[in-house]
């Protein structure tokens, strides 16, 4: 039947009756009403397909299509058939527009293929209703000239002919949307006409989502995408494509802004009474910060604070009763009379009386005393006379004793010194202290001392209750190098290197000796001096942590960076630490220290990562991590801890908030919130003044410390970033690598860098340029660009990104990439090119570093510090102890532009309320300190501690008292003014 059916057009009516005899088929039809038959033998070839019936192994397709101006092709392949033609639209086509190609099948089939091209024109001239088609036609043998046997060929299927297009216009195009998170939202996209019809696809920022691998999202047979639940990662453009063979389309971007509705937090506890007598007001607080509005979330709804009247009763201080009659004359003489402090009793915290004591005293005169008087001598009655006189010999004898206990006790201390001076006397060679001329000894008044030559570690040094009192000599080395004055004597004790007194100048301006004395003997430790007296490698890059023998030091982590590390003690007069080129320091005011005490304090900067604390992803470190001590130190009046911070105050809005953790120095901190900025109170635990790229904490308590900051609600905050690349000094190998850092903008973070690198013998390949990077998840993309002839990236595409919140979420330091480039033309040695920085969508912040190395040069420097000039120096320190962690003194100017007793004079006059407001209050606006101006009015002199802030974030500016001069004029306060007008006119 099958063999039947092939013998016959497909397109044909027929009617067949089929007559299976053996190993015969005959097939009877008709085609028109004409009878025809076609007979087949199995095994034996019958006379009219003597290589049997032909048929079709390969068809035309059922659609072909012109690409543009290119012509489909459409194929057949017949077996066992003498010839295929092909026709198209009712007309046969010519056979010099066929192809023909001949194979044989494994099973000894001959193949003939038959292949012909159809042009765009022949499609557009065609009218027909069914279009323009094709079909093959095959015959078991050739026909004679003028005949075509119908009952002998085959035909194949029809295979459609169309001209492939895609219309640029979409249907319908996505629209923006916003959607609340964890929503279900749909874009709707209905692609433009095509043929055939195109397939829609979508791209979030410009990448193609993957609908099978992601399953939040799902495309429609429409073509609609279908979020199932929106979260914050999947905002972003979003674009409809529709592409074909023709070509390939993409629709408007839509925004998807994926919102979150506020929510109050719990209410805070109530706050101390606004009051400081009668009837005020407390408050608590709560905020919207659970969540917090984002993306245009609806705010909160209700009060964020609640106010409640409250009583403080008023103190009242104590004032004298009257005095009570005197009482008789006693025994020795005397009389008594006595008050009480009643009238009223202080109640409520108010103050004792003043203005005397309880008790009054006199002697009796006028004969009120009992004793009978004959003449010169004085008889007391009674009994009373013997215990008198027992009296008298108990007190005389305890006197003698004491007397004699102090004369043994200077005794033995002459004894003791001179043992020393003997002692030191032998180690100079012969026996005798030096002797000097008067003009020498009076030189040795006027030179400025020494501090350069290395000390050994001191075995004595003076005893005071705080067990932490030490020189800092034992506690940091100096440079060996020194520097003799003129005319100085062979044996100074200033330029003698074997001498054992080191003449240090004490800042104090009150001291009436400009010198202090600290004797040196030889000890046991002469192994820690002969390591202190090795001198120093002239290099900011060295660590010698063998240098560390001061007590505070000892108690640090053995991570902390000894060039990250300032220390030094300071008494009651105050003082500052301070760290070059990190731009960290710590103001310890006058009076912060109990007076006749000493402490040893210390800043240092953790660069550990396993320092930094762990943030959400909105959050992000713009300080460096701090560390502060000694830690429970008792402090008066709160010091100043100053460092550098990179939030950009002029773009985007920030919410910030200090961070500290109280945990011991070898302990992993343990980070808490202590404030957050706007939200302070009396009982906030420090107070943040934040400039432009300064912080400033006032504080009580020293811990570690670190600000972290996030963007403010509806504010996209943006965070100043430093970007410095570095490469080896000399390449002689055909790999050239370029390391590229993004650090923050503070000097800290750059300083590190280039001392790490430095290590590594690498050179600043450009001065490090700013670069602004902004909230909101757009990734970090790095360039290299503008290659020199000779040198070949080795990267594909030139390019590469780091995500956002590696850079935004500041987990780690030193964070960087390299573009390595390959040497292929060894005779140029001149390497130039641009190395870009943008984030991706914002390219209006790009920074670009011009790159051109020289390798044929040598004796390369460097890398330079950020200040493109490196110090020597370690740390400073500006103290009133004479003492500093590298013995490296200061005028006492330096320390504070105010004098202590100028200071006191502007506090005598400030701090007292004036009605027109001039005051204190004033003051802090003018200098721009009054964000939370409760802090200051709660303490005893409001003045003092605005003062103390000003003296930190003024200590590298010189005009700065002319300026405080100038505010007190413009509020109007001149006789504060000609306070500093009439100490410091001089030179104003």
Known sequence: MANCLGCFPKTLGWSVVVLIMTGVTTCQGSVN?????????????SELTPRGMPRFISEPEAFSYIIKNKPAVLTCKAVNAAGVKFKCADQWVRDKHHTRTESTLPTGETVLQMSIEVTRQAVEEYFGLEGYWCECVAWPELPTSGSEPISDRITSSRGLVNIAYLRKRFVREPISASVEIEAQVQLQCLPPDGSPSPEVFWLKDGTLIDAGREINFIISNEGNLIINQARLADMGNYTCGAQNMASRRLSESARLTVHVNGGWSSWSEWSNCNSRCGRGNKRSGRTCTNPAPL??????????????????????NGAWSTWSSWSVC???????????CDKPAPQNGGRYCRGGTDLDTTNCTGGNCPGVYTGSTVQVAGPGNHNAQSIALYVGLFVAVAVLATIIIIIVCLVKRKERQALYAGDMGDGELPQYSDHEKKYQKNVQPDLTQTIGNPHIYQQHPNNNLKCATEKAPMLQKST??????????????KSKTLYIQLPLEDRADSTEKLPFKDSKASLRSSMCSSSRPQSVYDSDHTNRHSVISSQLPSNIDIEALAW?????????????DIGVSLTVPEGAIPEGSTEEFFIAVCRDDKDRPKLTDQETIVSPILLTGPQNVLLDIPVIISFQHCASQKLGTWQMALYNSDTHYDDPPHWRKCVTLGHETLNSLAYCQVDVDQCHIMTQHLSRYALIGKSAPRSSA???????????????????????YVVDDTQD?????????????????????QLLFQDGGNNLCLTIEELAPGWKSKLTANYQEIPFHHVWSSNQNNLHCSFSVEHIDRSQQRLSCKIGAYQKAILSNRTVLQIVRNLGEQNIPAAPSPSMKLHHQRSSTISSSGCSSMVTLHPPQQAFRLPSKMKAQLCYLIDIPVPKGNDW???????????????????????????NLWEARNKDRDTCLTDLMNIFRVIERPDAAEVIEKDAGAWL
């Open 33 to 45: 009403g004409e009878p025809v038959i076609a007979t087949t033998v199995s095994g034996v070839n």
């Open 295 to 316: 993306n245009g979330g609806t705010p909160c709804v209700g009060e964020a604070v609640k106010r409640q009247q409250c009583t403080v009763t008023c103190p009242v």
């Open 330 to 340: 006693s025994k020795d003489c005397n009389r008594h009379r006595r008050r009480q």
């Open 484 to 497: 003799q004055p003129p005319h100085m004597p062979q044996h100074s004790p200033i330029s003698d290197k």
């Open 568 to 580: 030094g003690n300071i008494t009651h007069a105050g003082g500052r630490l301070n760290i070059p």
């Open 718 to 740: 943006v965070k100043i970033l430093r970007l410095a690349a570095f490469a080896p000094a000399t390449s002689n190998a055909v790999d050239y690598s370029i390391r590229v």
């Open 749 to 769: 973070a750059l300083e590190n860098v280039v001392q790490m690198e430095r290590k590594l013998g690498a050179v600043l390949l450009d001065k490090p340029k």
């Open 921 to 947: 209050r004033m003051l802090a606006s003018a200098l721009g300190c009054d964000r939370y101006i409760n802090y200051f009015a709660s303490k005893p002199s409001p003045t003092e501690h605005i003062l």
